[in-house]
């Protein structure tokens, strides 16, 4: 059945909607995700027939949103070059709770998100999530009119991911880069087939702050990750680390601590959040004091 929009935002609030209840006869799919998150904002997981194979996460509530008050904007891939975020589900929808909005790679997850079966994505469809939602901004038809903030973009991606983000670093329409569970190859012997494989000299062309973060030394893309980190002294870099594997918290309640850390570097790099810098500012950041996480910054954020 077609959601109503107070009806639906009465049953998550309530906490009485099923987390993967759709909305099938509807013009868009719309699923709620752990009851909208845990942000001020309550979110919903939906399709967007303007934007094919993506999801957007986005707050349910777009009222508080306006030309003073707009949205952010996540830009998010997928690992193994899924065309579909069904890994990163909960961690993204957590994010667009506290006013984001998030444009994944990929279609909506299906059945409680099962694994994705089909071709894989493409680096162009970060860009065109970017396209769209500047597209959107100036639409005056458009529920998103005037209300993102399309100066706020961070591009960001897992592993396969991670590789695309990089891949389309030089765009300059990004504000703050994060790459997850991910780095350029320094074999790339070793990727998986279809990867982008750009060389590591397009660290170069990174211009604004970006935030590495991986999952120990364990993690398959460790070495990898740490190696760009080292590179990268022209632009603001960190090294954010918790030994949990490649797989990160993605799959945990809300994301798990990946969630907690990602939200602070979007208040600070897209919100102007000082308070959320403290997590990685200083000599002391909040992160280090984090059970498990370790923190590496370079001289120009430090």
């Known amino acids: 059945m077609k959601l109503n929009r107070i009806f639906t935002t009465a049953l998550i609030m309530a906490g009485l909607m099923c987390p993967h209840v759709l909305s099938a006869q509807s013009e868009e799919n719309v699923v709620v995700v752990e009851k909208g998150g845990r942000g001020p904002h309550k979110a919903i997981m939906k399709e967007e027939a303007s934007l094919d194979a993506h999801t957007i996460f986005v707050p349910l509530d777009l009222t508080p949103f306006s030309a003073k008050n707009p949205l952010p904007v996540l830009v998010w891939g997928n690992g193994a070059c899924y065309n579909s975020p069904f890994e990163h589900y909960k961690f993204l929808n957590e994010i667009a709770s506290h006013g984001y909005l998030v444009v994944a790679t990929g279609y909506i997850p299906r059945n409680g998100a099962e694994p994705y079966q089909g071709p894989r994505s493409t680096t162009q469809q970060q860009v065109e999530s970017m396209d769209w939602v500047i597209a959107q901004n100036a639409d005056p038809s458009s529920p998103y009119y005037l209300k993102i903030d399309v100066r706020a973009i961070c591009v960001a991606g897992m592993s396969c991911g ?42 170069g062309e990174i211009h604004c702050p970006v935030m590495y973060m991986l999952g120990g030394e364990s993690d398959i893309a460790y070495a990898n990750g740490k190696d760009d980190f080292t590179r990268i002294t022209h632009v603001p870099a960190c090294f954010a680390n918790l030994p949990v594997g490649h797989g990160g918290t993605y799959a945990q309640p ?49």
């Open 254 to 302: 809300h994301g798990g601590d990946y969630s907690i850390v990602a939200l602070a570097w979007l208040d600070w790099q897209l919100k102007g959040d000082k308070r959320a810098a403290k997590m990685f500012k200083g000599k002391k950041p909040l992160l280090a004091s984090r059970p498990g996480w370790t923190l590496q910054k370079n001289d120009l954020m430090k």
């Open 162 to 203: 991670g590789l695309q983000t990089l891949y389309n670093c030089a765009d300059p329409r990004i504000k703050t880069l994060m790459v997850c569970n991910s780095g350029l190859f320094t074999n790339p012997s070793t990727a998986m087939p279809g990867m982008p494989m750009p060389p590591k000299e397009k660290l």
